[in-house]
């Protein structure tokens, strides 16, 4: 069978897959936001996961950029590659992908095949979205249609890490579409994939990935504040602790994103209905959220030690992505310290070479377009993101950049002689 293939959801995740595949298959992306879908037509990605030409090469390739799902109608693959996020209550919201399951079951048709890679806790893709899709279809699930789910594994900014080059978990509602799925997504990643033996296995492995990760960044938060009463360099500690072979190793830091600081809510949502309390994840996750609140007093600390006025004091902080060399500022914990500053009086600004200027728009966030060196303007300085450009500010730009003794609070251990250091 020839295979046309729609990708519903166009940010970090659908379009380096939507050009992975326009390289072998006519693609159809469909977006729910125009804008988006008139930059990527004229060839421009914001999240700057492609570059000009790898959009160009999509256009080239036949691909067509929508925001209407009955553009999609003759496909016969469509892959969901939609947000899931968590409301103010950290609970599941699956809104984007019930919504978009009612879209695609719209134009649904018998023998398609609906893949699933939104991150997701174990049951949502047979329990909410098939139901979505049988009842704006009118079709019988595994008799009319059948589901994939193929988890995504893209690590926003990472040119060496791309979609093609990691390894990916496969999995089918039958045995037939899990063969059938598989090899889909075989045809254009390299690295190989995994078939795992159900939709709710595949499911589960991938949001225990992140919450792996979440549970050892927590650890290593908790012993940095633990060594840190103790007044003991907890870089210093990991590095010596490091020698040893089997030793993990993670350092402690903001843990923001739209992965590892919200699928664990996921997971913990789903226990908590069965019953069960799941105390380290939430604790891991409790101590994560913590860490902004810690950074900002840390900041505070050393400005009253410096008997500067907290209200109408100048801040600057450097770097308000989530992650290093990315724009993506979703989930981002920077903006959690800068709303911390400012309870104090702060007057918090903000340099983030990064973020296009269309993008600035996170609330009660002071963009500047660049740093005043010999200013002599902040009483106090964040480094919050270890973008590559700041790893290169000397000790003086910083003693420059400071109104009097320099207080440089360093988050991502990139200032030779910080005050302090997370």
Not at 59 to 83: H, L
Not at 90 to 110: M, Q, R
Not at 360 to 367: H, Q, S, T
Request: with cysteine; aromatic share 8%.
């Amino acid at each position: 069978m020839t295979h046309k293939i729609a990708i519903i959801g166009l940010g970090y995740v659908g379009l380096p897959l939507a050009h992975a595949f326009s390289s072998k298959y006519k693609v159809v992306g469909i977006d729910i936001n125009q804008d988006r879908i008139n930059e990527l037509s004229s060839g421009f990605d914001r999240t700057l996961e492609l570059t000009e030409a790898q959009v160009q090469e999509t256009i080239a390739n036949g691909m067509r950029y929508t925001t209407n799902i009955e553009d999609a109608k003759d496909c016969n693959i469509y892959i969901v590659t939609v947000p899931t996020p968590i409301d103010n209550a950290n609970e599941p919201d699956l809104t984007p992908l019930i919504k978009s399951s009612e879209a695609v079951g719209g134009v649904l048709k018998k023998d398609d095949i609906v893949i699933y890679e939104s991150t997701v806790y174990p049951g949502v893709t047979e329990e909410v979205c098939v139901p979505e899709l049988e009842k704006a279809s009118g079709l019988k699930f595994n008799e009319d249609f059948f589901c994939g789910y193929s988890p995504e594994r893209i690590n926003p900014g990472d040119k060496e890490h791309t979609v093609t080059k990691i390894l990916k978990i496969t999995a089918g509602s039958t045995p037939q579409t899990a063969k059938r799925v598989d090899e889909l997504y075989k045809s254009i990643i390299t690295a190989g994939t995994h078939l795992a033996p159900s939709i709710k296995v595949a499911e589960a492995a991938k949001v225990i990935e992140n919450t792996q990760r979440d549970v050892n960044i927590a650890l290593m938060n908790e012993l940095a504040m633990i060594f840190d009463m103790m007044q003991i360099d907890t870089s210093a500690v990991l590095a010596a602790a490091g020698t040893k072979w089997n030793f993990i190793k993670l350092s402690p830091g903001l843990v923001g994103g739209h992965c590892i600081g919200v699928d664990p809510y996921y997971l913990t949502y789903k226990a908590q209905a069965l019953g069960y309390t799941p105390n380290l994840i939430l604790g891991a996750r409790n101590i994560n959220n913590s860490i902004s609140k810690l950074i900002a007093d840390k900041a505070i600390k050393y400005m009253v030690k410096n008997d500067t006025k907290l209200k109408g004091s100048k801040v600057l902080v450097l770097g308000v992505t989530f992650k290093e060399n990315c724009p993506d500022m979703r989930n981002t914990k920077v903006v959690d310290i800068i709303a911390e500053l400012q309870e104090f009086g702060c007057d918090v600004e903000v340099y983030d070479y990064w973020v296009d200027e269309s993008d600035r728009v996170a609330k009660d966030v002071n963009f500047i377009d660049a740093l005043p060196y010999d200013s002599n303007r902040y009483d106090a300085i964040i480094v919050a993101v270890g973008h590559d450009k700041f790893k290169e500010i000397s000790q003086e730009q910083y003693a420059g950049l400071s109104n009097g003794e320099p207080i440089i609070i360093d988050v991502k251990g990139i200032v030779k002689k910080p005050t302090w250091r997370l």
